[in-house]
Each structure stands twice: as C-alpha cells, then as structure tokens.
C-alpha cells in the first residue's frame, strides 16, 4: 500500500503540507458488517485557512471569501469522507475533496463579459424573420373560416 503523505499539491507549485492538516476519526455507518462497529472510519479533515502559512495571502482571501458558506466559526475548513468501508481510503477521498474545494476557490476570477453589439447578419436575420412572421400572420386577416 502506497504511503499517503504530504505536500498536497493544489495548484501552480503550491502545496499543502501535512502539518497543516489535522484528522478525526469516528464510527461511520453503512455497509461494513460487523467491523463498522468497530473501527473508526469516517474522516474528518480539517484545515484553518486562516492560518495557513502554505497559501499566499491573495489565495487565502479568495479562499475564505468563496468557502465562508463552509468553514466554521474559527475559519476552519471541515471535509468529511464515509463512502468507503476503510479508514484508509476515505482519507484519500477527503484529500482529493480539500485539494479540489481549495483549487477551486482560490482560482482567478473569471474576465468580466465585455458587451459588444450583435453582428449586422444577426440583425438582419432577425429583422428578415420578423416580417416573414407578420406577413403570415397577415395573410390570415379577412379569410372566411367557413365557405
């Protein structure tokens, strides 16, 4: 089995070292039999944006503005894994979570839309369409319905 350790890679060789990280563990329910009960497999990471020393300032920012939905009252991030029945890979799928909440909230804005005037073709398509409409429409004034 492969050894899961850190640095984490977010993004652009900016990386998440395991000191940042803190984990708990508890009974998780679902599938499992009798080992569920008996061993702690539900993951909790946890991980204080606020005082991390790995993100640059601008990342932390964007970070806990874009996740205050998500962080709890001290400005720590809490991801949870339990789809799994072993401790050890719910800590992997707790990882690539924190790695792709993080990527994601510390991405540049996207560019403002810049408002262009439409196309000449695309106006006049419109325009050529709305007189064909109400010329149809036209067409059905004055018809006896009944001869």
């Known amino acids: 089995m492969e050894r899961m350790s850190g640095p984490y890679l977010i993004r652009d060789a900016v990386s998440l070292p395991e000191s940042e990280l803190r984990w708990r563990f508890s009974r998780a329910s679902g599938p499992g039999g009798q080992h569920v009960n008996t061993s ?3 993951v909790e990471l946890l991980f204080d944006i606020a005082a991390s020393r790995a993100l640059p300032e601008l990342w932390k920012e964007r970070a806990l503005a874009r996740l205050a939905g998500r962080l709890t009252d001290s400005g720590t991030l809490v991801v949870r894994a339990s789809e799994r029945r ?3 890979r719910n800590r992997e799928a707790a990882v690539e979570r924190l790695l792709g909440l993080l990527a994601e909230a510390t991405a540049p804005p996207p560019r403002a839309r810049r408002a ?4 000449r073709s695309l106006v006049e ?18 018809r006896a319905q009944w001869d």
């Open 40 to 42: 702690d497999t539900q």
């Open 86 to 88: 072993s401790q050890w």
């Open 116 to 119: 262009k005037k439409p196309p």
């Open 125 to 142: 398509r419109r325009l050529r369409e709305k007189r064909r409409r109400s010329e149809l429409k036209k067409g059905r004034t004055g």
